[in-house]
């Protein structure tokens, strides 16, 4: 059943990005473009509701800071997620990462339904750390939550689809200061003190089609409601004619470019971590279950690494024994170096015994290539908020 769900998952990720032809792919297309205005004036909708305050947004007393971004998947939320909540917490705030745990494996239904419908005394979410240790695997996690978990000591991180209701959580039972919501952009029940949209240089808006047709969850004129935009994956000096398409629908907003820098190759079984010099000449596999194998595969090349054999699967592909053993075969026959993989893919690897070709998954880290002074202003807001001047008084 998953991998059926997976295949139909991915050939229509394919016909949306033009890589299927024919025509049933071209009538596809022509329908879901067509459904694609329909999401339009929902999505517009919904944001003019949330205006009018007919649909209302919580406020917790609490700081809540949203990363998120505009299109699905592949802008390296996560990373960027990480940095945050490092420096907020150096900063003194106490941080939980509030997550919806995207392709989690659910509880039961029974328990779904009485959580949704418990008392607030009652509730509580999945809790994948508590600060001090990790209380939940990857399955039951999600792939983005634990490896926060696993990245940040200190920093709490909950999951539920109800980020209210784990917030509040956060708020009243583990003593937080400071919610940070994971691909909270598109989640408006809770209100937001800053929003930060990340915008991946590579395929700033997708494909330019808003779902189901293209990959863009809200139109590109929704960017206005950014505080802080993060340019991801950039190089320097290459981004002048997106930061002038930015500023045609946010003039406002500071804009940070960075980029995903590797800092080393760390084993998925084990501590053994070497340095990226490693990979300069050595013949490896590449093995990913990602949005953008692109961006991946080509860091291994730009390391120095020559790629023989790739294997991708669709986005967060729950990996099995046979799938890993019979890529690990393949790479042995072709007596190379290494496999390498992704951070966020290592979590769903299954735990093998023995492995005649080395695994290994490349750590990275956001790296601020300009936009420092914005970056320290937006943290130094967070952590040290100014108080309210109080309005002059006229005798």
């Not at 978990?149 to 009243?172: E, H, Q």
């Not at 820098?261 to 760390?266: A, D, I, K, V």
């Not at 390498?340 to 299954?350: F, H, M, Y």
């Amino acid at each position: 059943m998953r991998r059926w769900l997976e295949q139909i998952e991915q050939f229509a990720i394919d016909v949306i990005l033009e890589r299927r032809y024919g025509k049933r792919a071209a009538i596809l297309r022509w329908l879901l473009h067509l459904l694609s205005f329909g999401y339009l004036g929902a999505v517009q909708m919904r944001l003019l509701l949330y205006r009018k305050r007919i649909l209302r947004e919580r406020q917790l007393g609490c700081l809540v800071v949203s990363i998120g971004n505009l299109t699905v998947g592949g802008t390296g939320k996560t990373p960027v997620v990480e940095k945050f909540a490092r420096a907020l917490q150096a900063g003194g705030r106490r941080v939980a990462i509030l997550s919806r745990g995207y392709k989690s494996k659910q509880p039961p239904l029974l328990r779904r339904i009485s959580r949704k419908f418990a008392l607030e005394k009652n509730y509580k979410p999945r809790i994948v750390s508590d600060g001090r240790s990790i209380l939940l695997d990857s399955r039951t996690a999600g792939d983005e939550p634990y490896m926060l978990a696993v990245n940040l000591k200190d920093v709490i991180v909950l999951v539920d689809k109800d980020r209210v209701k784990s917030g509040l959580y956060a708020i009243d039972k583990m003593n937080v200061d400071t919610l940070v919501l994971d691909d909270g952009l598109q989640y408006l029940h809770l209100k937001h003190r800053l929003d930060i949209v990340l915008i991946d240089r590579q395929a700033p808006f997708g494909n330019e089609y808003l779902l189901p047709r293209g990959t863009l969850r809200e139109p590109p004129g929704n960017l206005k409601r950014a505080s802080y935009i993060f340019i991801t994956k950039t190089t320097p000096g290459g981004n002048a004619e997106l930061i002038e398409r930015i500023r045609k629908y946010n003039r406002t907003a500071e804009i940070i470019e960075c980029v995903h820098r590797p800092l080393y190759l760390q084993h998925v079984y084990n501590d053994e971590q070497l340095p990226l010099d490693y990979l300069h000449g050595r013949y490896v596999g590449a093995l990913s279950a990602i949005a953008a194998p692109d961006s991946f595969e080509q860091a291994l090349v730009n390391l120095g690494a020559k790629i023989e054999v790739a294997r991708h699967f669709a986005d967060h592909h729950r990996f099995s024994d046979k799938e890993i053993l019979h890529f690990i075969n393949r790479c042995a026959r072709r007596d190379l170096d290494a496999v390498i993989t992704t951070e966020k893919d290592s979590v769903r690897l299954p735990r093998l015994e023995k492995l005649d070709v080395p695994m290994y998954f490349l750590r990275v880290e956001i790296e601020i290539l300009s936009g420092h002074e914005s970056w320290q202003h937006c943290v130094d807001r967070i952590c040290n908020p100014q108080p309210l001047t109080p309005p002059e008084r006229f005798f």
